[in-house]
């Protein structure tokens, strides 16, 4: 992929914390009959997606601790892939994370991995310098940039966990803002200010089709829908 210029956005770098930590948090809060209930990534269990984001924390992980000499390519806007239609299920490292959840069995032993990784991926985070230039995915970013791209990923992950289970705790609202801002920058328009931002989000990414209403307050950017982030 070639280097791209793009507007530079900054998050608190605290706000990955807060969003991580709030994301882990709802997952050791569920019961054991909740991760065999439909998240809101399609085709994923709960289990799936659990084993999904302690996937999420060994990338963290790896990537903090690759540090990178040359200049950036990336910032936490142009970090993402962005396409059209959602995935198909059909990609091997998605079928992979589906037979991994399954080999756990058991609801704890996934919620103590996620644990014990993702609060290791939590101290690296603190630990980083903001302006340390990381590599990952062939791409060179700031560490700063790379958290703050992360807090999308957790936000958005916390909103496909609670999909479909109402009892379960959501993302911070801090996490939802922080989020929607990002994803406006992504796609260069803001959205309504009669959306809230877990609407933004949903109907942004395509997790949720627009209703009547919301489709003729979008205006052009309607058409523009979903930005599917990867």
Not at 83 to 100: E, F, K, N, S, Y
Not at 200 to 226: H, I, N, S, Y
Request: charged residues 20%.
């Amino acid at each position: 992929m070639s280097a791209r210029a793009a507007p530079h956005y900054r998050a608190d770098v605290d706000l990955f914390s807060r969003s991580w930590t709030a994301l882990r948090t709802a997952v050791a809060e569920l019961p054991d009959e909740a991760f065999a209930q439909p998240s809101g990534c399609a085709d994923w269990l709960v289990q799936d997606l659990v084993c999904h984001l302690i996937i999420d924390a060994q990338d963290v992980l790896i990537t903090l601790v690759t540090p990178a000499q040359t200049e950036p390519t990336r910032d936490a806007v142009t970090y993402w892939e962005v396409a059209r239609t959602p995935p198909t299920g059909d990609d091997p490292l998605d079928a992979l994370t589906v037979r991994l959840a399954a080999a756990y069995q058991e609801p704890r032993l996934l919620k103590f991995h996620l644990d014990d990784v993702g609060s290791a991926a939590g101290r690296a985070a603190g630990l980083a310098d903001p302006a340390l230039r990381v590599g990952t995915r062939d791409e060179v970013l700031t560490a700063g940039d790379y958290l703050s791209a992360y807090v999308m990923e957790w936000t958005l992950h916390h909103l496909d966990l609670v999909a479909h289970l109402p009892d379960a705790a959501g993302p911070p609202a801090e996490g939802l803002a922080g989020a929607r801002e990002l994803l406006e920058k992504i796609a260069g328009a803001a959205f309504p200010v009669s959306f809230s931002d877990e609407d933004a989000l949903l109907v942004g990414t395509g997790r949720r089709a627009p209703t009547g209403a919301e489709r003729a307050a979008l205006g052009g950017l309607a058409a523009k829908l979903p930005f599917v982030l990867g």
